[in-house]
T-cell receptor
Framework: GQSLEQPSEVTAVEGAIVQINCTYQTSGFYGLSWYQQHDGGAPTFLSYNGLDGLEETGRFSSFLSRSDSYGYLLLQELQMKDSASYFCAVRDQQAGTALIFGKGTTLSVSS | NAGVMQNPRHLVRRRGQEARLRCSPMKGHSHVYWYRQLPEEGLKFMVYLQKENIIDESGMPKERFSAEFPKEGPSILRIQQVVRGDSAAYFC?????????????FGSGTQLSVL
C-alpha cells in the first residue's frame, strides 16, 4: 500500500517563501510529483522529481530525498494567485502505477 | 488543442437513479484515470484504464460502480442506484504513457449531486 503525509494548511504573506513538505510510503517508488488546484478546478502539474535533489521551475522548486522518503515544494516570491491547494503524488506499483495523491495542503496568501 | 473534456460539468440525480460521467482524453492519450474528490479532501484514485482494458480498479467500489474506455469514444464512469454519499467531484485525467515522469492532464471535473 501507500500513504502520503502533508500539512493540511499553510498561511503566508505576499513576497514570502513557503515550503510544503511531503513524506511518503510506497510499495515501489517511481518519483514524486506536485500538482496545484485552484478552488476545486482542474489540478495542474507543477513538477516531478525522479532523482534526489532540487528541481527548479521559475518561482517554484521541488526537492526529493529518496533515502528519507521525503520531498518538498518551495514557493518563492509568493503572490495572491498562489493561494490554492497543493498535492504531492506518487505512482504506486500496486495500483498499476496510477498516480496516488496526498490529501493536499491549502495555501492561503494574504497581502 | 483541446485538453481533457469532461461532461456534464454538473449532474443532479435522485437516489436510485444512474449517473453516467464522460471523459474524452487529450488527443493521442490512451491512458485514462478517474478520481473522486470530496470537499476539503484530496483526490482519491478510483480506476485506471487503457484503451479497452481496465488496468487497475482497486480504488473503485465493487458494487454499483463501473468504468470503461472503449476503442472508439470517451471513457465512461457509471454509477448505478446512486446514494447521497456518491455526491462528489469526479475528475478524469489522461496521460500519454504510464512512465513514472509522465504528467497527468486533468479535466475540469463533473460535480455529482444526489438529492
Amino acid at each position: 500500500g501507500q500513504s502520503l503525509e502533508q500539512p493540511s494548511e499553510v498561511t503566508a504573506v505576499e513576497g514570502a517563501i513557503v515550503q510544503i513538505n511531503c513524506t511518503y510510503q510506497t510499495s515501489g517508488f517511481y518519483g514524486l510529483s506536485w500538482y496545484q488546484q485552484h478552488d476545486g478546478g482542474a489540478p495542474t502539474f507543477l513538477s516531478y522529481n525522479g532523482l534526489d535533489g532540487l528541481e527548479e521551475t521559475g518561482r517554484f522548486s521541488s526537492f526529493l530525498s529518496r533515502s528519507d522518503s521525503y520531498g518538498y515544494l518551495l514557493l518563492q516570491e509568493l503572490q495572491m494567485k498562489d493561494s490554492a491547494s497543493y498535492f504531492c503524488a506518487v505512482r504506486d506499483q500496486q495500483a498499476g502505477t496510477a498516480l496516488i495523491f496526498g490529501k493536499g495542503t491549502t495555501l492561503s496568501v494574504s497581502s | 488543442n483541446a485538453g481533457v473534456m469532461q461532461n456534464p460539468r454538473h449532474l443532479v440525480r435522485r437516489r436510485g437513479q444512474e449517473a453516467r460521467l464522460r471523459c474524452s482524453p487529450m488527443k493521442g492519450h490512451s491512458h485514462v484515470y478517474w478520481y473522486r474528490q470530496l470537499p476539503e479532501e484530496g483526490l482519491k484514485f478510483m480506476v485506471y484504464l487503457q484503451k479497452e482494458n481496465i488496468i487497475d480498479e482497486s480504488g473503485m467500489p465493487k458494487e454499483r460502480f463501473s468504468a470503461e474506455f472503449p476503442k472508439e469514444g470517451p471513457s465512461i464512469l457509471r454509477i448505478q442506484q446512486v446514494v447521497r454519499g456518491d455526491s462528489a467531484a469526479y475528475f478524469c485525467a489522461s496521460s500519454l504513457s504510464r512512465a513514472a515522469n509522465e504528467k497527468l492532464f486533468f479535466g475540469s471535473g463533473t460535480q455529482l449531486s444526489v438529492l
